[in-house]
């Protein structure tokens, strides 16, 4: 099983002690979103999560727990977004040059394989132009080149909860963008890469990428694994099928452009409900729910073929 944590919410900036706590205590329990009653169980053994990939934008307060999670038998790597926003889009997080910073200590910790760079997404719009856009992706390449093996990036996609606060990105300013950034990172010796997205930047040498990566599982884990398509995600989603354990509406970036959240008082809401001893990330069970077992079974190959 392929653990996901999170695309729903920042677990290594918020919730990395919680983490810690059901890895030692081998089990999570995860609501069911449309119907409180129900749970589902994920078993969180070592022998069960064949590896862990974190998503965040700020690991700082999980780089002193990371060698615990290994010395306990796991295998992880992160998918970190850096992108050049201010706080007017992405308004919780530290200042830039501290993010640079823990990012390359994060990649000393665990080694530039490890460590994901995601410029996501790109907002093409008057404040943040494309020539905006070259300018501060040249600028954290020259910062991050030594410290990752590839860089993903992807458009914004104009969800219907953003309202008109941004515009879709036309197709000229898509390759104008691919265009520039494919020379920047090809001078930094750079692979460049999309995340679901259907436009073929192959011109460019940028191909299609996934976060929940089996090629990048397999290399990091040392053994090959049985891998199918994430049939929850978007049909451009590469993805291969993992188990999410986060929650909607408790990540308190206040990234203006989120998907996973309703709003800056919604997350507040439910992270006040977050205890770091509790099986569930928010709340904990009040008894009486239904509880169903979702663990899924290795997909490690260990036997060995004669072919």
């Avoid at 199918?228 to 909607?248: H, L, M, N, T």
């Avoid at 509406?249 to 770091?276: E, F, I, M, W």
């Amino acid at each position: 099983m392929i653990l996901s944590a999170s695309r729903r919410t920042d677990i290594p900036a918020y919730y990395s002690e919680w983490m810690l706590n059901r890895l030692k205590q081998n089990d999570i329990l995860i609501p069911n979103p449309y119907d409180a009653n129900r749970l589902s169980r994920v078993r969180l053994s070592p022998e069960d999560v064949d590896c862990i990939v974190f998503w965040t934008k700020n690991p700082a307060p999980m780089l002193r727990r990371l060698d615990e999670i290994e010395r306990m038998g796991y295998r992880f790597y992160f998918q970190f977004t850096l992108t050049p926003y201010d706080q007017t889009i992405e308004r919780n997080l530290p200042a830039k040059a501290e993010i640079v910073r823990t990012f390359r200590e994060l990649s000393r910790k665990i080694g530039p394989d490890r460590v994901v760079w995601r410029y996501d997404p790109v907002i093409v719009d008057r404040a943040h132009p494309v020539e905006w856009h070259l300018r501060q992706f040249r600028s954290l390449c020259e910062a991050l080149h030594r410290d990752t093996r590839r860089c993903v990036f992807s458009y914004l996609d104009p969800y219907a909860r953003l309202g008109n606060r941004f515009s879709p990105i036309g197709r000229e300013d898509m390759l104008a963008v691919a265009r520039g950034f494919s020379e920047i990172a090809e001078a930094h010796r750079l692979p460049l890469f999309t995340c679901a997205e259907t436009i073929d930047l192959s011109r460019f040498h940028i191909g299609h990428s996934a976060c929940i990566d089996p090629k990048l599982v397999e290399q990091i884990i040392g053994c090959p694994i049985r891998s199918k398509k994430d049939a929850g995600q978007r049909p451009a989603c590469g993805c291969a099928e993992s188990v999410d354990i986060g929650a909607y509406d408790t990540c308190l970036n206040g990234c203006v452009y989120c998907y996973a959240t309703s709003g800056d008082k919604a997350a507040q809401r439910r992270a006040l409900a977050h205890d770091p001893a509790s099986p569930m990330l928010t709340g904990t069970p009040r008894g009486g729910e239904r509880i169903s077992d979702r663990t899924a079974p290795s997909q490690k190959i260990t036997q060995l073929s004669l072919f």
